[in-house]
């Protein structure tokens, strides 16, 4: 019986050839020993690229599959922490900026509900995980806030964790070689939006990273890797070449650029439970985390049409 560590590389390839050029990892805060231990167990069997290189390996596939690593959301941890363990390793990386964020500096909506799940040990009525995905972000602030008031609830804002990187901060990141890229105003899951406010939030995100780093964004992924074909195209016209959403799946060529996919690993999984994610993506094993658990293919299917009127 072949061991993981044989069977990974096997699943780049079919008959002798590759036919799947490598992952995407999607992460949110890793700690410097993690980001250690991650760049380890990836790094035996993939090759850390840069972003400017994503579409070209994707078309150009080589023997050994790549790996770009993106981390979500703009925390201060990946700036402080992450970062510095990348750049000491010579690991290149997208990091995805949630853009009022961190201007504003209020607290991303799901830190805020996971923290009172944590503290009350129970959903309230509202706010069972299901449902918030469900409803509109103004709807869940609502519902949150009125939580907060009722039980008395706190969030600690002191911590990397939960508190945002600065703009000063992105542009220093920008400088050293990273990538930075727009991850939506605030969080919204945008197919959960009108349609018309989600692409007014595309754009401004997209624009705001542009004015703040004074260069073209030139990469979007998706809040909580919800997307629609008609989404996904209106940023690609906000001048973005690559749009990333959260489809459990390796990279080959049938994918476009505004629908890349992306594997979600965390901080404390093991060297045995990546392999295990990385073999079931190369399966089209794994559920997609966005809440539409195998439905993402259909959904693509589906959006067909959409997509040939918007090419």
């Known amino acids: 019986m072949l061991s993981i560590g044989e069977v990974l590389p096997l699943a780049a390839r079919q008959n002798g050839k590759t036919v799947k050029a490598g992952v995407v990892i999607n992460e949110?805060?890793?700690?410097?020993?993690?980001?250690?231990?991650?760049?380890?167990?990836?790094?035996?069997?993939?090759?850390?690229?840069?972003?400017?290189?994503?579409?070209?390996?994707?078309?150009?596939?080589?023997?050994?599959?790549?790996?770009?690593?993106?981390?979500?959301?703009?925390?201060?941890?990946?700036?402080?922490?992450?970062a510095p363990e990348l750049e000491r390793l010579g690991v290149p990386a997208v990091f995805y900026v949630t853009t009022r964020f961190l201007s504003e500096g209020t607290p991303l909506w799901f830190d805020r509900y996971e923290n009172l799940r944590a503290l009350l040990g129970f959903d309230p009525v509202g706010l069972e995980p299901r449902t918030v995905k469900e409803i509109p972000l103004a709807l869940i602030n609502e519902r949150i806030d009125r939580a907060y008031a009722k039980y008395g609830v706190s969030l600690d804002m002191e911590s990397d964790d939960f508190r945002p990187m600065s703009w000063d901060d992105a542009r220093d990141l920008m400088r050293r070689g990273f990538t930075i890229g727009a991850h939506g105003l605030r969080h919204a899951i945008l197919t959960r939006e009108p349609e018309s406010e989600a692409i007014r939030d595309i754009q401004?995100?997209?624009?705001?990273?542009?004015?703040?780093?004074?260069?073209?964004?030139?990469?979007?992924?998706?809040?909580?890797?919800?997307?629609?074909?008609?989404?996904a195209l209106h940023a690609l016209r906000c001048g973005v070449e690559t749009v990333m959403t959260t489809e459990p799946l390796w990279v080959d060529n049938h994918f476009p650029p505004w629908r890349l996919p992306r594997i979600q690993l965390f901080g404390a999984q093991t060297q045995l439970k990546i392999y295990l994610k990385l073999v079931a993506a190369a399966g089209r094993w794994l559920v997609n985390p966005d809440g539409t658990g195998r439905l993402h293919r259909k959904i693509f299917r589906q959006d067909r049409p959409s997509i040939q009127r918007h090419l």
């Open 204 to 231: 401004q995100c997209i624009l705001d990273v542009s004015s703040e780093l004074g260069t073209q964004c030139r990469t979007f992924a998706f809040p909580n890797g919800n997307y629609t074909a008609r989404l």
């Open 28 to 82: 949110h805060t890793l700690t410097a020993s993690q980001t250690r231990r991650h760049v380890d167990v990836l790094g035996r069997w993939f090759e850390f690229i840069h972003h400017d290189e994503l579409l070209d390996r994707i078309q150009r596939p080589r023997a050994r599959p790549f790996c770009l690593l993106t981390f979500d959301d703009g925390k201060r941890s990946g700036y402080a922490e992450t």
